[in-house]
Structure formats: C-alpha cells, structure tokens
C-alpha cells in the first residue's frame, strides 16, 4: 500500500479521542523527565537492558511515541524502527539526535505491523495494550509481535494497572472531584477509562489491565517464559519523587528496593504500569 493511503487508513483505525490527545492536548515528549515519569524511564530500562545482549540488535518500538526508548536503545548501538499512528509523534522522533545505532520512524499501528516476519530480536510495546480496548484488539496486536519477533526474541509490553486512577485520584486529589470518582469507579469494574470532557488531568481513552489478565493475554499469544513486573510501586505515588530521585543515593535505594520486589504478586498492582515480557518459542 503506499505510504499515504496506509497513513489514511491508520488514522481511521486510530481513536479519533486517542489521537487528539497526543496531537493536540497532551506533549508525550515531556513525560519521561520528572516525577513519575523518569521513574517508569529509569525502572523499564533496569528491566530492559539485562536482555539486551548482542550487538546492533534489531527493535522495533511499537507505539514509540516522541521515541524517547528509541534513542535510549540506539545510543547503546541497536537499530529501531519506531512505530506510532501519531504524526505529531513521529515529527518528533524525526527531530530527535542520536550518535550510534539507527531510529526510522514511522506512522504506523500496533495491529497490523508493516515489518517482515521472524525479523526482530526485541519488540517494545509500550503503550498499544493500554490503548486498545477491545480484547481483539489486544491480541492482535500481540500477535503481530509474535509474528516479526525471531524465534526466541523478547516482547516486553506495558499495561496501565487496573488501579492506577484510584491511586492516582488518591496522590493528586482527583478524587475530590465527585466525577472522578465516577470514573475511577468504571475503571475498576471494567478496565475502561473513557475521558469525554477531555479534562486535562485524566488521560484520555485507555484499557486499565489487572496484573493476571495482562500474564493471560500474553500467554495466550503464545509466548513463553511469561513475566509481569510492576514498574514504579509505591514509589510511583510519592509527592517528593522528583527530589527524591535528584539525590543519587535515594534514586539508588529506591531503584533496587523496587527490583527486589517487582514479581511480588500482592504488590503488583499499586505500580501504575505493569510490564509483560515474554518469549517466542522456537
Ligand atoms: C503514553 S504513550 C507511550 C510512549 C512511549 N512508548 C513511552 O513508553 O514513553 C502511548 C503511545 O501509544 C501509541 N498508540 C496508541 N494506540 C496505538 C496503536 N493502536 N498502535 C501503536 N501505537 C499506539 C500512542 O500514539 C502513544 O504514542
């Protein structure tokens, strides 16, 4: 298909609410650098990168946004091809340095990957699982990953927690707003998080996993060796995170307590981002 009517046909497929956010109200290249943010950074790279062996690895970052993973994983000398059906994003990514491997953005969704099959040794799914909400939707874009992984490459693929608003609303007030507690209320009995009034603080249109249902779909895509960590734990709520995590030593202590609990099953819940890795076989 050629580039402009695949462009036409991802952004129908795309949420118009999804996509206005991360167009118009909301910069994701600023996320990752303060607070909550630069902790689930900091976190998801200590996960990463002990799998990271081998040279000039071949990546995709699916749902890559700005490409703030993307740039990591090339200044360690690997090769990413970053996917997002946001152009803002994509614009962005384009406009980003980096020394060593290589990144080629491009316009592009989760469900259906335009990537040769058995090609890869690393998928990143950072965001598509909790932006699609249809079940369907989840597994096909895990089985697209399945389908361009190597045999034994790794997926490792984001979810938002299922209470990650009751939490949120707790840590930031939100919860003093009756309609909020609505909202967080759906999210638990649905995992659906809708925003229609657009509110600035309550993110926007998104699947809230519970731990157990995020190991069920990734191991019912097939992978093996199926893991779910939580990413930022309690840590995640603290309101001096970012003081916090300026001292070396307290970013040091923080970081290695949340390693040593990150399969705790009773605790995997209070991060606010889950992260599945698993493996294809063969
Ligand atoms: C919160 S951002 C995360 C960006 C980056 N991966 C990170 O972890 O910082 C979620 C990203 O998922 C992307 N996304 C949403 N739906 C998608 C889909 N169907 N396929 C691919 N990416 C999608 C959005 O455009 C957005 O860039």
Redesign the pocket.
């Known amino acids: 298909m050629p580039r402009t009517r695949a462009r036409c046909y991802l952004r129908r497929?795309?949420?118009d609410a999804?996509e206005r956010f991360?167009q118009q109200d909301y910069d994701?290249a600023a996320?990752?650098a303060r607070g909550a943010g630069l902790l689930?950074?900091l976190r998801?790279q200590q996960i990463i990168a002990p799998h990271l062996t081998g040279n000039g690895l071949q990546i995709a970052?699916?749902?890559?946004?700005?490409g703030?993973?993307s740039m990591w994983l090339a200044s360690l000398g690997h090769h990413v091809r970053l996917?997002?059906?946001?152009p803002r994003?994509i614009e962005q990514a384009l406009g980003q340095q980096h020394s060593r491997g290589s990144v080629d953005p491009v316009v592009?969704?989760?469900?259906r990957l335009d990537l040769d099959d058995d090609s890869l040794d690393v998928v990143?799914m950072?965001?598509?699982l909790?932006?699609?909400q249809e079940p369907g939707?989840r597994a096909a874009?895990l089985t697209e990953a399945m389908r361009v992984l190597k045999p034994g490459g790794r997926l490792f693929a984001?979810a938002v927690s299922r209470f990650a608003s009751t939490h949120d609303g707790m840590a930031r007030r939100l919860l003093l707003d009756p309609k909020f507690v609505d909202v967080s209320k759906v999210d638990i009995e649905t995992g659906r998080h809708e925003n229609p009034d657009r509110h600035p603080d309550w993110f926007t249109t998104a699947y809230f996993h519970h731990p157990t249902e995020l190991r069920d779909e990734v191991a019912d895509a097939d992978f093996e060796h199926v893991a779910v960590v939580g990413i930022e734990g309690l840590a995640g709520w603290f309101d001096d995170l970012d003081q916090r995590l300026n001292d070396p030593q307290e970013r040091a202590a923080i970081l290695a307590a949340l390693e040593r609990v990150q399969e705790e099953p009773s605790l995997l819940g209070v991060s606010a981002h889950l992260l599945a890795s698993g493996v294809k076989p063969g």
Do not use: N
Request: charged share 25%.
């Open positions: 497929m795309t949420d999804i991360y994701e996320r990752l689930e950074l998801t970052d699916v749902g890559g946004g700005p703030v993973y996917i997002d059906p946001v994003h592009g969704d989760a469900r990143l950072l965001g598509p909790y932006h699609l939707d874009a984001a």
